[in-house]
């Protein structure tokens, strides 16, 4: 069973669209990420959302937002699209253990995005 | 700050070969530091991890790290290099105190390692 999956693998879209990548995982944790990896292959982090709380918002343009319906699932929705966008984003999710510190992230296979 | 370097962008070695992948991190107190792996059009796999205890760290598929405090570093090795570990590797640290936003990771910039036959 997959662990961490995100839909769809791949995205091909024109300037301008709306477009949403969805992330599911079933671990029974309460923490999830989104990151973003270049085309340089360098990882930033977006957002992260403990227990559906948002917790981490990296200066990312406002055209992302991330939606948390419930612990297991953690979705991103891009307004407006820019060519810039074309990455590929990681969903990642982790628990969060005694005093606040998490074990080890777990990353879902990645969602290509190509913004034409 | 928190921040991971990877000085290396690419490894080369023979099959066979040993390998070390270099990772030297910088954070405010207790450092809790991972090794990752992206085989192409895939996501990251986790390698292993130091929390505390031995400074030898033992993980997936033979590989192990090396945890340096006074040098701080955690260096990757393997014994034997295969082809098949040809990929894309990550190191990333958090801090271990509470000032860590709910464990965000650090991650470098990754180094490619090419195994050849």
């Known amino acids: 069973d997959t662990a961490v999956s995100q839909t769809p693998k791949y995205l091909v879209t024109q300037m301008g669209n709306d477009k949403s990548i969805k992330c599911e995982q079933n671990?029974?944790?309460?923490?999830m990420y989104w990151y973003k990896q270049d085309s340089k292959k360098f990882l930033k982090i977006m957002f992260s959302?403990?227990?559906?709380?948002?917790?981490i918002n990296e200066t990312v343009p406002n055209r992302f937002s991330p939606k948390s319906p419930d612990k297991a699932h953690l979705n991103l929705h891009i307004n407006s699209l820019e060519l810039g966008d074309s990455a590929v984003y990681f969903c990642?999710?982790?628990?969060?253990?005694?005093?606040?510190?998490?074990?080890?992230?777990?990353f879902g296979p990645g969602t290509r995005l190509t913004v034409l | 700050a928190q921040s991971v370097a990877q000085p290396e962008d690419q490894v080369n070695v023979a099959e066979g070969n040993p390998l070390t992948v270099k990772c030297t991190y910088s954070?405010?107190?207790?450092?809790?530091l991972f090794w990752y792996v992206q085989y192409p059009n895939r996501g990251l796999q986790f390698l292993l991890k130091?929390?505390?205890?031995?400074?030898l760290v033992k993980g997936s598929y033979g590989f192990e790290a090396e945890f340096n405090k006074s040098q701080t570093s955690f260096h990757l090795k393997k014994p034997s290099a295969l082809v098949s570990d040809s990929a894309l590797y990550f190191c990333?640290?958090?801090?271990?105190?509470?000032?860590?936003?709910?464990?965000?990771?650090?991650f470098g910039r990754g180094t490619q390692l090419t195994v050849w036959p």
């Open positions: 959302y403990n227990n559906k709380e948002l917790i």
């Open positions: 990642a999710s982790s628990q969060v253990g005694l005093a606040g510190f998490t074990d080890t992230q777990y």
């Open positions: 671990l029974g944790h309460d923490t």
């Open positions: 990333a640290v958090r801090g271990a105190d509470r000032g860590s936003t709910l464990g965000r990771l650090y």
């Open positions: 130091y929390i505390t205890g031995d400074n």
């Open positions: 954070v405010s107190g207790n450092p809790y």
